[in-house]
Structure formats: C-alpha cells, structure tokens
C-alpha cells in the first residue's frame, strides 16, 4: 500500500543531475505541483524527457525558466522561446526526436525491448548515426530504447496500490513513462479508497508506482 | 476570399465519407470548417484523440481536453480517447487515411520540408515526420509562395521531413500533383492563369492541354 507524500518530500528523492520523464502535452496532464516543488528545492542538471517544453511559467517551462535543466529530450520546444534561448546560448542541450519515435522508445525503454524500427526519419537528419535496417524490403531506423531514474506522472484518480485512471487528452504519455523509470512518482488530482477504481477501468496498473503525492492541502 | 480561405475550401473536396483525418496546426486546421454536409470524416489529433469538435463555448472547457495545438475542444458523439502510443500506432500504421500539413517547401520529386530552418527556426519536428511517413495521404496546404520566393522548388534547399513523396500540394494558385515524371499541374484557381502558376513555381511542371479551374467546398 502506498501512503501519500507531499510534492517537496518527492522532490527531495528526485538529485540534482538526474534524467526525468515527465507526462504532458503543452502542459495538459503534467505534474505542476511536482515541477513547483524541484523548483523550490533549486535542482540542477536535471535531464528531461516528454514530448515538448510548454510555454514559460507553465508546466515543465518552469524547469526550464529556474534553470533546473542541462539537457532536453522532447519532440517539440517551439512554444517555449526560453527553451531556444537556452539552446542557443549553449546552456541546454536538446535532442529533437520525433514524436512517435519518442513514443516507442519510451515503450521499448519500459517493456524490456531492446528497440524499434520505425520508418519515421529515413532519408532525414533523424537518422544521422544509426543504423538503417532493411526488413522485407523496407528501410527502417533503428532506435534505441529510452529509459529514465524517475518518471513524474500526472493521473486523475489514483488508489493506494497506485492504480492510475487519466482523462481524456492528459493522459498521453504518462502510460508509457510508468513502464520506463527506476522510480515513478504520480501526482494524482484524486487519492480514492481501493476498489473504487474498477479493474477494468485502471489504465496503468499500480505495481509500476512506487510513490503517490498527496492532496495540495 | 483570402488565399488560406481558399487553399482550406480546396483542400476540403479531399475529404472522403468515413475518414480518419489529422489536420496540422495552423492553416490545416481550418480545413475542419468546410467538411462538406454529406459526408462524415473523423478528426483525430495526435495528442490522443479521435472525434473531437469546435472549441466549446466559454465557460465549458475542460483542461483535459485540447488539441494538439493546446487550444480546447469539444468531444463528439463515439469520441476516443488515448495515449501517445497508440495515437501514432494509428498514424505510422496505416489506420490514419489522410493528414494536411503545411509546407515550406516542396520539391520536384514530392518531398516535403515542414520542420526547421536551419540557423534560424528549429521547433522540432512533433509528430510532422510521423504522419508525413505513415498517413495513407499527404496533402501539403500551403500558400504557394513566400517572402524568400517560391515554396515549390526543383531541389529541397530545407532539411527534408520524409522521404516520403506526398500526394497533393494545394496552393491559393494551383493543386500540383507530384508523379513519377515530377511535378503535374492538375487544377488553376478561379480566375489565375497557368503561366502565372508557371512564373511563380520553382520547379519544372508538366501541364496538360487543359487545366480545369479548381472546384472549393461550399462556405
């Protein structure tokens, strides 16, 4: 059973230099509370990986205004201009990686695979460096698998064995991520009673969570 | 009309009953407003779902539910949600029928170049290299030239987004056609002549006897 900690004893587990997934699209299903609280703490070198950088002050753009991170791996950084300022002034180092592609790797990352080929990227920048795999007489790229010491999640409900239900368009990849780090903190919007959740319904199955933060009061 | 008006309206006689379709950000996005009476398409957007419509009105938005732009919308009747998985599993996999995407520039062979500007715009690429490779169609929407000069050029100068030749370019001037003989003019717009889309095209076109004037979407 999983007791609930407050988002700055969670960020207290989180050290300085460490890699960081982090669930959100533009912020939508991202763990805010969690971002505010390594933040506050003042955490540096921070590696993150998620699908973009949001925009300044929101979401994990917060990370990224506090100077938490040295290294961004993400899909996306064009609504962040901090993000660019950053890169350009060699301050952040940003791995561009195709958002499918991001997807999968986080997957293989999770489920033991030791990578995917995926047809995105061939014949473009993406592939510089690896390896091209003829199968069937289609070119695919090899893409390593992508894992992380923590994965900061953003569920709706979460009961105390740490099953996870999202809504809608937050979940994204925060059920991947579940699969894919040494230590997975969720930040739910509700802590419910177990078996409210109905079987059926948990979309990320609790043994993959490892710390559940509590209410905001 | 103005040119994306047009381009959005044009772009819109390409959607088909019972479609999976995902519009890019931007000019794409307007396609949505002209889907014609007849026939139903669903939307999907990459950030996990399918079914979805206009933003809704003030005082209703979820902050669980937004497109891939972060804008809110609504959900329709047998709307579906996901996770970033499974949502390009849908793209790369062949389940997606058509994505409209913008453009910078296009090339004789039909490559694409919608994701950087080396030294000067590197966003990311998103999930632009994903739906180029995998939708079933590539429609580019785009206007048909820039303050640099033509969009539509004899060799990529633009790190390219696939190597995938897409299906259709439509401009406020002209629907193009790339094939395996290059670039064909298939359509001129209302009241523009083929040696003005011949002026303001980078590339060598091929063109028939007779180029029809395009048919757009009823407002």
Request: overall charge negative.
């Amino acid at each position: 059973m999983l007791t609930a900690i407050s988002a700055a004893e969670a960020a207290d587990l989180i050290p300085d230099g460490a890699s960081v997934m982090f669930g959100g699209f533009l912020a939508v299903g991202s763990p805010e509370r969690l971002f505010d609280a390594l933040v506050a703490r003042g955490a540096k070198g921070l590696t993150i990986i998620g699908n973009d950088t949001a925009r300044p002050g929101v979401g994990v753009g917060k990370l990224i205004d506090a100077g938490c991170v040295a290294r961004v791996i993400a899909s996306h950084i064009g609504t962040n201009p901090t993000t660019q300022q950053k890169m350009i002034a060699g301050e952040i180092e940003v791995d561009l990686v195709p958002q499918g592609t991001l997807a999968e790797r986080i997957r293989a990352g999770g489920a033991g695979l030791g990578g995917v080929l995926t047809p995105t990227g061939v014949g473009t920048t993406v592939a510089e460096g690896k390896r091209v795999i003829d199968v069937n007489g289609v070119n695919y790229l090899l893409e390593i698998p992508l894992r992380a010491d923590f994965a900061l999640l953003r569920a709706h409900e979460a009961d105390h064995f740490g099953n996870l239900t999202y809504r809608l368009t937050a979940a994204n990849f925060n059920p991947v991520m579940a699969f894919a780090a040494d230590c997975v903190i969720v930040e739910p919007d509700h802590i419910v009673p177990v078996g409210v959740i109905p079987p059926d319904a948990v979309r990320t199955p609790g043994v993959l969570v490892d710390r559940l933060v509590g209410r905001a009061c | 009309m103005d040119a994306k008006e047009i381009i959005a309206r044009r772009v819109a006689l390409e959607l088909r009953d019972g479609m999976l379709v995902n519009l890019g950000i931007g000019l794409p996005t307007l396609v949505a407003n002209y889907v014609p009476d007849e026939i139903h398409v669903a939307f999907q957007s990459e950030n996990g779902i399918i079914g979805f419509g206009a933003p809704p009105p003030e005082g209703m938005e979820d902050p669980h539910l937004t497109d891939a732009g972060g804008g809110f919308i609504s959900t329709l009747p047998g709307a579906m949600a996901f996770d970033s998985a499974t949502s390009f599993a849908l793209i790369r996999g062949g389940h997606l029928d058509m994505t409209v995407l913008g453009g910078l520039q296009v090339d004789s062979t039909g490559r694409l170049a919608n994701w950087m500007v080396p030294g000067k715009m590197v966003p990311g690429m998103g999930g632009a290299m994903d739906l180029v490779t995998g939708a079933k169609r590539v429609i580019v929407a785009m206007q048909h030239s820039a303050k640099g000069g033509p969009k539509i050029v004899e060799a990529l100068t633009l790190p390219p987004t696939s190597e995938r030749r897409v299906s259709l370019i439509v401009t406020e001037l002209a629907v193009i056609e790339p094939t395996d003989q290059g670039l064909a003019l298939r359509e001129r717009a209302p009241g523009v002549a083929v040696e003005d889309i011949v002026a303001m095209t980078g590339a060598k076109l091929s063109i028939p006897a007779d180029v029809p004037e395009m048919a757009i979407a009823a407002a």
